[in-house]
């Protein structure tokens, strides 16, 4: 069984073996992956690779020899000094999931997925995606050795599909939004006995994406920040980014995170989310027709809403939206401060965030992370028409240089 205790219900608390099960028999909620206490401290992970798979004690596979690895991990954790002069913050860091090996933090969830499907021996991988889960399970199935059927609107960036198909995936497009794709990639899934990574493979999943986390803290020193900013589409990367701190306060590894604030951010055209915590509501209500060029967090109904919502109580959360507008307008904020090219998703991120500080919701003095979770080069078309039009010119040095300030 290796370092995993017991898969449990986070509902009712029935605990089971941790086999290819993902939802409680007794009340259909979501199970967790619970560990045995592994004997790590701060130390335990300084000398090692430099990939999330550092953190292996907490991590649900149990022999080394099945990881997928692409090295996926320990991105860039940036100090955003410009970005933070910009919108008047003294202490803003970005972390840059962008950088990843298929350029977005899908690569841990889907890593850890495709690790357990070749432990478990699944002879087939999948998931449903709006697009980035698509590559970063292709590319570690290909890796693998193990066959790939991706289910995904037929609408997603052109990069996002020819990336996902140059590893070898089956590709299906489905003419439909993110929960048709979720609902046939189930089915199939069930049917097929295909680990579907997202859907029945979801508690080990969701454990890759803890470790936005644990190398948050450790790359601050073993420091809690005092905020997050969390990009949300299904939710279960918020879900496990809280996890991932509660268990490092649970092993020692960082002092108390009482004072953590958390801040969820979704597109306005799919905001599901911000609009039942608007309304103070516990009850998420599906966007039927997302339309937002946030189109990696365009997931109407959204399997871990009621969570996010537990959570942002939890730890004083807010949770706002930005519009299309705002959303290129932070793509470039972060590109011209800090060098860093995101897609819209990214864009989400910074653009609550100028939105949170211009309204006075954040003092300038906290320590503030945003996760910045996909890279610009996967979806130009958001911000193309918003460039400069060029217009070339002849190999002449004289009538550049008359050209050129
Ligand atoms: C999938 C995705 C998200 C949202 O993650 P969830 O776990 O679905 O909330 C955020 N950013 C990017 C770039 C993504 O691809
Ligand atoms: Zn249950």
């Known amino acids: ?136 399970t292709a590319a570690h199935a290909a890796k693998a050795g193990i066959p790939c059927y991706i289910f995904a609107p037929s609408d997603i960036e052109h990069a996002k599909i020819a990336q996902a198909l140059s590893y070898g995936a089956e590709f299906v497009a489905v003419e439909g939004t993110y929960d048709d794709a979720n609902r046939i990639a189930s089915i199939i899934g069930d049917s097929k006995g295909y680990g579907i990574v997202n859907i029945n493979m979801r508690p080990y999943y969701v454990e890759g994406s803890k470790t936005l986390a644990y190398e948050v803290a450790e790359q601050l020193g073993w420091q809690v920040p005092d905020r997050l900013i969390i990009p949300v589409g299904s939710g279960a990367m918020l879900n496990a980014i809280c996890k991932g701190f509660e268990e490092l306060h649970q092993l020692g590894l960082v002092d108390s995170i009482k004072n953590l604030k958390i801040v969820a951010a979704q597109p306005h055209g799919c905001a599901p989310v911000v609009d039942a915590f608007k309304k103070g509501s516990d009850e998420v209500i599906p966007v039927e027709r997302p339309e937002t060029i946030a189109k990696s967090l365009a997931i109407g109904d959204p399997g871990d809403g009621l969570y996010v919502l537990k959570r942002l109580k939890q730890y004083g959360g807010i949770a706002e939206e930005v519009n299309d507008g705002e959303i290129t307008d932070g793509i470039m904020l972060l590109s011209q401060t800090e060098g860093i090219f995101t897609e819209p998703a990214g864009g989400v991120s910074v653009g609550v965030l100028k939105k949170l500080v211009d309204e006075g919701k954040i003092d300038k003095d906290e320590k503030v992370v945003c996760y910045v979770t996909g890279n610009g080069l996967k979806a130009t078309e958001a911000i193309i028409g918003l460039l400069p039009k060029l217009s070339a010119v002849k190999p002449d040095a004289a009538v550049v240089s008359a050209m050129i300030k």
């Open 1 to 136: 069984m290796g370092n995993i205790r017991f898969l449990k219900c986070r509902e009712c608390g029935k605990e089971y073996e941790p086999q290819f099960r993902y939802v409680c028999e007794e009340c259909f909620g979501p199970l967790d992956v619970h560990y045995l206490e592994p004997k790590v401290n701060r130390h335990t992970f300084e000398s090692r690779e430099k990939t999330y798979w550092r953190y292996f004690e907490l991590l649900p596979i149990k022999d080394k020899s099945n990881i997928v690895s692409l090295h996926a991990g320990l991105t860039p954790l940036q100090y955003a000094d410009k970005l933070g002069a910009r919108l008047g913050l003294k202490d803003v860091y970005i972390k840059n999931d962008s950088v990843n090996p298929t350029f977005s933090f899908k690569d841990r969830p889907a890593g850890v997925a495709v690790s357990r499907a070749k432990e478990t021996g699944l002879k087939a991988v999948g998931c449903a995606s709006t697009g980035n889960l698509a590559s970063a």
